[in-house]
């Protein structure tokens, strides 16, 4: 098994603007997906991140607020899986309940560096 | 999750912050209830459900609301309540607003609020289904068959009538309380019969209009100011209508009338509450109009099909329905009436005589079709098919019209 980082980029839910019931809606989905990961044995963890932060960047170095990216660009959040392979995971990531509303998935694998080469 | 829960807490939360904020501030409260949802949006995706998320929803809310009232600059920013109250401590004097009690009488405070007389019925409508059940303009738009536009321009209208006139947020007393629930039973109703009759939203959003107004008024139901005999009359009415529900609408998604409905289809649960809620309907001397239209609705639940139905009682409840509503199609339905009883001749003149029937025959099918049908019982063939025929171009719907047609291939040439 090798682990892999889903990293989840689309609008807030500020810029989007639900009302209550489309809410509920949008988080049943995630909930859906998250059962059917952890019921595969796949789902191991994941967070949100917070809105806002600072990026740094130069060669001498300057610090600005906010994230870089803007829009549908924004991280949003990550999960960490196990899969056997990245077609496997690119599967498992077929589930992600927000392409409808702009958002999109990057599936990296995990590199693990042994402790002793 | 429960189906509708977080609309359903949209609007115990709004209810809540506005007894804290005061009703001044609606805009302030609908803001942190959205800042609520979308904190839920943002950290529910990557975890676990709560194992409640309702108290969660709320815990959010309260201490967002504690944060602000810390923050509050003027006296202006809270509810004179909570200024009386905040010599406890900040943080007791709200959670006391965050009781079960409590909230259960904000709700109430907001039913009533936003069926003050002063706002006229289309805006006390759009608000209750913006702050009492958690609706967005474009839902309510939706539901209602209107565009966002219109409907924020009644919401805006409607607040800024509250704002200038210093409406309380408040349950009325005395013959004001009275009054007040009128015109909550009437929005209530309203609600209701647009989302069971209106034959052009969705049968979904019909379906979801129907069942929050029976939610509202069951919630009248649950507050001792609003457990009144009217109050379980009108819940009872909308359960014998909703039992119909499915019945109503045929295949090409028109209305069917009662006559033509395949009662087997009929929801007998529903209906057995609708008893149930009558008969807690029948104390006190005082007899609403909702009474009266759930006991016809009632008598029609109790036939087996629309020929064995009691005509006799019927009639007697239609002379009682008639005083209440002096209407034209109340006049026409209890003409049917009598000549379901055999009075056939006297119903057709009762309906010749009809304010403005001339207008109606032009406008309304259903005036044609009744009319045509006395006719064609009392032998004069020739004006019920002219009627039958005025009817069959009049009505929208394609079931009516394959009735219609039926009818006028039977008649004797």
């Known amino acids: 098994m090798k682990d892999f980082m889903f990293v989840f980029r689309g609008p807030t839910p500020e810029d989007l603007k639900m009302s209550p019931e489309e809410s509920q809606a949008s988080m049943e989905k995630w909930f859906g997906w998250i059962n059917q990961l952890q019921q595969k044995g796949r789902y191991k963890g994941g967070d949100p991140l917070m809105p806002g932060g600072k990026t740094i960047q130069g060669k001498k170095p300057v610090v600005t607020d906010g994230p870089f990216a803007e829009g549908k660009e924004l991280v949003g959040g990550y999960f960490i899986l196990s899969a056997e392979s990245l077609e496997e995971a690119t599967e498992l990531a077929m589930g992600f309940p927000d392409f409808e509303i702009q958002g999109s998935v990057e599936i990296r694998e995990i590199m693990k560096i042994p402790m002793h080469p | ?413």
């Open chain 2, 1 to 413: 999750m429960v189906d509708h829960l977080f609309r359903h807490q949209a609007g115990r939360m709004i209810a809540v912050l506005t007894r804290i904020f005061g009703i001044h501030n609606l805009e302030l409260v609908e803001d942190t209830v959205q800042e609520t949802f979308l904190k839920a949006l943002q950290v529910w995706k990557f975890q676990p459900i709560p194992d409640n998320p309702s108290g969660w929803l709320m815990q959010v809310a309260r201490n967002r609301t504690i944060d602000l009232i810390r923050r509050q600059q003027k006296m202006s920013d809270i509810s004179e309540e909570l200024r009386l109250r905040l010599q406890t401590g900040t943080e007791d004097a709200i959670q006391q607003f965050f009781l079960d009690t409590e909230i259960a009488d904000s709700q109430l405070r907001m039913i009533f609020t936003c069926c003050h007389p002063a706002l006229n019925t289309e805006d006390q409508v759009a608000l209750t289904l913006k702050t009492v059940s958690g609706l967005s303009a474009a839902e309510i738009a939706k539901a209602l068959v209107s565009n966002d536009a219109t409907i924020q321009k009644r919401l805006y209208r409607a607040k800024e009538y509250i704002k200038e006139h210093s409406i309380r947020f408040e349950i009325p007393v005395g013959q004001e309380l009275h009054h007040r629930l009128e015109s909550v039973y009437t929005v209530l109703y309203l609600l209701f019969n647009e989302g069971y009759n209106s034959s052009k939203a969705d049968e979904l959003i019909r379906y979801d209009l129907c069942s929050e107004a029976m939610r509202l008024c069951k919630l009248l139901t649950e507050h001792p100011v609003g457990n009144t005999p009217s109050t379980y009359a009108l819940l009872s009415l909308m359960c014998f209508q909703a039992s119909r529900f499915d019945s109503r609408i045929g295949d090409d998604n028109s209305i069917i009338l009662l006559e033509h409905q395949d009662r087997r289809l009929w929801n007998q649960d529903l209906i057995r509450w609708g008893y149930y809620y009558l008969n807690r309907s029948s104390t006190g001397d005082h007899l609403s109009i909702y009474h009266i239209e759930s006991a016809i609705a009632a008598e029609h639940c109790l036939a087996r099909d629309f020929a064995s139905t009691n005509w006799k009682h019927m009639l007697k409840l239609y002379d009682c329905l008639l005083e209440y509503k002096p209407i034209p199609i109340v006049m026409l339905n209890r003409a049917i009436i009598l000549a379901q009883l055999g009075l056939v001749e006297e119903a057709i003149g009762i309906i010749r005589e009809l304010p403005g029937i001339a207008y109606l025959l032009k406008h309304h099918y259903i005036y044609n079709a009744v009319l045509g049908d006395l006719y064609s019982k009392a032998g004069n063939i020739t004006e019920a098919r002219g009627l039958l025929e005025n009817a069959y171009e009049l009505t929208p719907s394609l079931a009516e019209k394959k009735l219609l047609r039926g009818r006028i291939e039977r008649l004797p040439h």
